[in-house]
């Protein structure tokens, strides 16, 4: 066997086409799966798993490995073998549900392969290939704008959709019959399509593989879309959510600004009592009565808070106008958030909470009688959870579908309990890992 003779341009094609795939499948792993361990003992299997099987045993020694049945049998036990390996480094890297990590990974590679196939077939065309989809084929110039252009259109796409990909991290997996049985198949057609022994049955069931591939694809595809609505969606939630909290801050400024100046007409008034206390002297009151009743001034002066609810300002903001609007509809309304720890959970979500509790909890006290009408809200930062606790008054079942879609999408929990006219809930929240480090720490 000449060594000048072998297929080494042949696999320098397949070289950067492989290259390109697993690289480009193993961001996406490593966006959308919670990592316990470093990726490097996984990015060596890959590479040795690439260079080892893909390049040398299945491209450059390939012609003699086939003529070999010990090399042959040994090459088949080893793509084995290798899998078991494979997946050990996987599940060695990522924690969480295994189940959930190898669907991802596996629809992480479906992703890469559909968008090798595109770019591929672009490339054969340009060359004058006979098939638009050979991967193999002695290597071209042209050849080197495959991982180019696969990752001029991954990259945008990545890093616009990454903080939907680390959302994957924490969601839980649904249908798990229906994805367990997806996985087992595509591994078991994964390692037959590996097997030189079965290399010519599965010739004649390319059209069978063919179409699996198109349907997983597809599928792929038709999640990548749905996540692009609800990512949209997301962007405009979030966009109708500022401009309510920029109203809410702006109705929290001018109620800040009115109480600043009641307080200085207060300070004004004090400052009159003292200079009335100063001319009584010792006639009416002692100079140390005097000073008594001058430090419970100041005292009362410096406790005055304008709607301060809570330490965090934005939700001190929105505590501040539902109270007002409370007020209004004749309902008594107390907020106690003394418990709450400032960044446990982000202002953003604790908004939104906030206003479908107290806006669903106005419209039902409206339903009783002006002297029934009550709302109290409470917030504390227990064991790195938020628990919000209301009680509140209402006919009709209170609606909770929102707070609990919303609670199970942040890995909450809520209960909702109703004893006549009287409603409680309670609703848990996880606390932010940046609070959690920080919790730690100290």
Request: some cysteine.
């Amino acid at each position: 066997m000449n060594i000048e003779q072998l297929p080494w341009q042949t696999a320098l094609r397949t070289a950067l086409i492989l290259g390109a795939n697993v690289s480009i499948a193993f961001f996406i792993q490593l966006a959308a799966l919670e990592r316990k361990r470093s990726p490097l003992p996984l990015t060596i299997v890959l590479l040795v798993r690439g260079v080892l099987i893909n390049l040398l045993g299945g491209i450059v020694f390939q012609e003699y490995i086939s003529k070999n049945n010990f090399w042959s049998n040994c090459y088949e036990a080893l793509i084995t073998f290798q899998s078991i390996i494979l997946w050990i480094f996987v599940f060695y890297t990522f924690t969480g549900d295994a189940l959930k990590i190898v669907v991802t990974s596996m629809a992480a590679e479906i992703y890469a392969v559909a968008l090798n196939g595109v770019v591929l077939a672009m490339i054969n065309y340009a060359e004058g290939r006979e098939s638009l989809l050979l991967s193999g084929g002695s290597f071209q110039p042209l050849d080197l704008l495959i991982p180019l252009i696969m990752y001029a259109v991954f990259l945008p796409l990545y890093f616009f959709f990454r903080d939907k990909l680390k959302e994957n991290r924490y969601r839980r997996l649904k249908h798990r019959k229906l994805w367990t049985t997806f996985a087992g198949v595509y591994i078991f057609l994964g390692i037959m399509s590996w097997w030189n022994g079965y290399a010519n049955r599965m010739s004649y069931m390319s059209w069978f593989i063919w179409l699996i591939f198109f349907i997983f694809a597809a599928g792929a595809g038709i999640v990548g879309g749905w996540n692009w609505i609800n990512y949209m969606e997301k962007i405009e939630r979030e966009h109708r959510l500022l401009k309510r909290q920029q109203e809410f801050l702006c109705f929290h400024k001018r109620a800040i600004n009115d109480q600043i100046q009641s307080m200085e007409e207060n300070q004004r008034l004090i400052d009159l009592q003292m200079k009335e206390i100063q001319k009584l002297g010792g006639r009416t009151l002692s100079g140390e009565r005097a000073k008594t009743y001058l430090k419970q001034l100041k005292q009362e002066y410096h406790n005055i808070k304008a709607g301060v609810y809570c330490s965090e300002w934005e939700i001190d903001a929105v505590l501040y106008y539902y109270s007002q609007k409370a007020e209004e509809n004749e309902i008594v309304c107390s907020f106690y958030f003394g418990n709450y720890r400032r960044g446990s959970v982000k202002h953003e979500y604790l908004s939104e909470i906030l206003m479908l509790l107290l806006e669903e909890s106005i419209e039902k006290n409206l339903t009783v009688e002006k002297g029934e009408r009550r709302i109290s809200l409470s917030a504390g930062t227990v064991r790195n959870q938020v628990l919000l606790s209301l009680e509140t008054v209402g006919r009709g079942k209170f609606r909770t579908w929102k707070l609990r879609t919303f609670a199970e999408k942040h890995q909450g929990l809520l209960k909702y309990k109703k004893k006549e006219k009287n409603i409680y809930i309670k609703l848990m929240i996880p606390c932010t890992e940046s609070y959690k480090q920080s919790d730690i720490s100290k």
